[in-house]
C-alpha cells in the first residue's frame, strides 16, 4: 500500500526563524510529488515536484525532491504568522488502472509565534 | 469566484438519512476528484472522473456511496443511510487537462452525522 509520512507532525517557532518540513513516500509507479497548504479550509497549492535536484521558489518557500531518498523538503524562510497552517505533500502516483492518484501524509502543523 | 466551488458548506444529519453534495469544477478541468479528510489526517481519495466518466473508486467508498458527473461538468456525491464514521470534511478538487497531479481543491463539505 502506498505511504507517505511527514515530520515533523507538529512544529512551534517564532517569527524570521527558518523551519524545513520533511515529506517521504513509499509509493509504486511514482509520478510526482505535490506541496499543499491548509489553514481552516480547503488545501491550496504550492509545488509540483517532477524532477530530482532541482529547487522550486515562491517568494519564502522552496522545495525540493530527491528521488534516490525518496524524500522532499520545504523550506519556509524569514517565517511570517500568515506562514501558520498544516503543509500537506502528496505522492502523485499512476494507479493499477493507469491513472494518476494522490496519497497525502498526514501533514506537519506549523505555528508561528509572534 | 472561478475556483472549485462546494455546497453545501456545512451539513448535519441523523444517522441513517441520505445526503448528497455538489461541487463545480473549474470551468476548463477535465478531471473531478472526491475525498475525505478527517480531523489530523490528510485527503483520502475516494474517487475520479475525467469528462463524465468516472475511471476509478477507491476501498474507502462502499455501496453507500455514490458519485456522479453526468455533463462533464459539475458533480455530486450522495451518501445513502449515513454513519456517525461517515463525518468528516468531504472535499472535491478539480485538475486541468495534461496536469492531473496539479490538483485544486474547493472549500469543502463538513458532514456531521448525529
Known amino acids: 500500500e502506498d505511504k507517505v509520512v511527514q515530520s515533523p507532525l507538529s512544529l512551534v517557532v517564532h517569527e524570521g526563524d527558518t523551519v524545513t518540513l520533511n515529506c517521504s513516500y513509499e509509493v509504486t509507479n511514482f509520478r510526482s510529488l505535490l506541496w499543499y497548504k491548509q489553514e481552516k479550509k480547503a488545501p491550496t497549492f504550492l509545488f509540483m515536484l517532477t524532477s530530482s535536484g532541482i529547487e522550486k521558489k515562491s517568494g519564502r518557500l522552496s522545495s525540493i525532491l530527491d528521488k534516490k531518498e525518496l524524500s522532499s523538503i520545504l523550506n519556509i524562510t524569514a517565517t511570517q504568522t500568515g506562514d501558520s497552517a498544516i503543509y500537506l505533500c502528496a505522492a502523485v502516483t499512476l494507479s493499477n488502472f493507469g491513472n494518476e492518484k494522490l496519497t497525502f501524509g498526514t501533514g506537519t502543523r506549523l505555528t508561528i509565534i509572534p | 469566484d472561478t475556483g472549485v466551488s462546494q455546497d453545501p458548506r456545512h451539513k448535519i444529519t441523523k444517522r441513517g438519512q441520505n445526503v448528497t453534495f455538489r461541487c463545480d469544477p473549474i470551468s476548463e478541468h477535465n478531471r473531478l476528484y472526491w475525498y475525505r479528510q478527517t480531523l489530523g489526517q490528510g485527503p483520502e481519495f475516494l474517487t475520479y472522473?475525467?469528462?463524465?466518466?468516472?475511471?476509478?473508486k477507491s476501498r474507502l467508498l462502499s455501496d453507500r456511496f455514490s458519485a456522479e458527473r453526468p455533463k462533464g461538468s459539475f458533480s455530486t456525491l450522495e451518501i445513502q443511510r449515513t454513519e456517525q464514521g461517515d463525518s468528516a470534511m468531504y472535499l472535491c478538487a478539480s485538475s486541468p487537462p495534461g496536469r492531473a497531479g496539479e490538483q485544486y481543491f474547493g472549500p469543502g463539505t463538513r458532514l456531521t452525522v448525529t
Open positions: 472522473f475525467q469528462n463524465e466518466a468516472q475511471l476509478e
